[in-house]
């Protein structure tokens, strides 16, 4: 028969290393001028803010996020070194916009020239590492549309390295988030070169666009965009007591309105959800028992890290309710399902987790079993 047991935990600490995502609802987000926007809790892969985030749109330089993934790649991998140096071919030197001024015919670090994409937006150093990478730009974008694909952004297609305006290029705001999750998962080793604000190349020091690093919000990353398609957009990272909430938003009518939108939005996700930690991996979550076992009763374990993100004022409202079949008839073999914690709270779907037994039960033998019998005959099921 069924069994219940009321689990919620005031105050565990958030900081799990495996969580499930909570589907929360949005009905009560705040407006946005942003015409796509998206944010998400990285830590639970929950989504705080969506505003046409499935909708095609240009990432203008937001691209170059995936130009120095690939670059960050071979770097983990051994086939590229920061010490090894790209040729700078006249394409690259004539390219317009943004730049890091590399001069035609010149060999590059490949430090160098990361700090010229990430930092200082170079469209130019952004064409050097394609070339050096991939021999052109064309084929070094389509490597970057094979990578989108491999990641999981289906509505991506990259056309250049740089954002340079194509009507075949593009992106959304949720393919940008998973980007900017997968740069920050894989590559910590680099990625602190998104929270420097300045770098200084060929005697030009050139100031990072990202806004937020500037406010004091918790901000360490990523990268802005413009052109006149596009508007002006961000992909950013923020970070507050070990929590990270990851926005883009796109389509601002200027850079006073892209920094005020994304700080604004920033300070929203932190001030209005919370992320509650309610089990650690092998947490005993109650002893169950068991009909016909040589023990009688078995721990009941969660085997994995379980936190979920949602509304602060609703938190009182969250239910953690343990549901099976009691009881359990042996034999019963370790890691096997014995019921599910089902996580329950207004606006939040429904997050069920598998509940397992710690150890193996035995059956009584026949003896064992003759006695057991005769005591739920004299007794009942209740000693």
């Keep these: ?26 009905a009560q987000s705040p407006e946005t001028s942003a015409r796509q926007a998206l944010m998400v809790d990285l830590e639970t892969d929950t989504e705080l803010l969506s505003v046409n985030a499935d909708q095609r749109m240009y990432p203008a330089s937001m691209t170059k996020l995936m130009t120095a993934f690939l670059v960050f790649e071979r770097l983990q991998n051994g086939t590229l070194s920061l010490d090894d140096t790209f040729p700078v071919s006249e394409k690259a030197w004539r390219k317009g916009g943004s730049k890091m001024f590399v001069e035609v015919g010149e060999r590059v670090k490949i430090e160098d020239l990361l700090r010229g994409i990430i930092i200082q937006s170079g469209n130019d150093a952004t064409i050097v590492v394609a070339e050096g990478v991939a021999g052109t730009e064309e084929a070094f974008a389509r490597e970057m549309t094979a990578k989108a694909r491999e990641l999981g952004m289906e509505n991506t297609q990259f056309k250049n390295a740089s954002g340079w305006p194509d009507p075949q290029h593009y992106t959304t705001a949720r393919d940008l988030v998973t980007l900017a999750e997968a740069l920050i998962e894989r590559f910590p080793e680099y990625y602190h070169l998104y929270s420097q604000t300045e770098f200084t190349y060929a005697n030009i020091t050139q100031q990072n666009r990202n806004p937020l690093l500037y406010r004091n919000i918790g ?3 990523l990268k802005t965009g413009f052109t006149d398609d596009s508007g002006y957009g961000l992909t950013a990272s923020a970070v507050r007591n070990g929590r990270r909430l990851l926005l883009v938003v796109n389509g601002l009518d200027s850079t006073g309105d892209r920094a005020k939108e994304a700080e604004r939005l920033i300070d929203w996700g932190f001030r209005e959800f919370g992320t509650y930690g309610l089990f650690k991996a092998g947490e005993v979550v109650n002893d169950i028992p068991v009909w016909l076992g040589r023990q009688g009763t078995i721990p009941a374990i969660i085997d994995q890290d379980v936190a979920v993100t949602l509304r602060r004022k609703k938190r009182d409202e969250m239910k953690v309710t343990l549901v099976g079949t009691q009881p359990l008839e042996a034999p019963i073999e370790a890691g096997q399902t014995v019921g599910e914690v089902r996580i329950t709270a207004p606006g939040l779907d429904t997050i069920t987790v598998p509940v397992k037994a710690a150890r193996a039960v035995e059956k009584l033998g026949a003896f064992g079993r003759i006695q057991a019998a005769l005591q739920y005959l004299v007794f009942g099921g209740n000693e």
Excluded: E, H, K, Y
């Design 219 to 221: 901000a360490d990353g």
């Design 1 to 26: 028969m069924p069994f219940f047991l009321q689990l919620f935990r005031a105050g565990l600490s958030a900081a799990m290393a495996l969580i499930f995502s909570a589907g929360l609802a949005l």
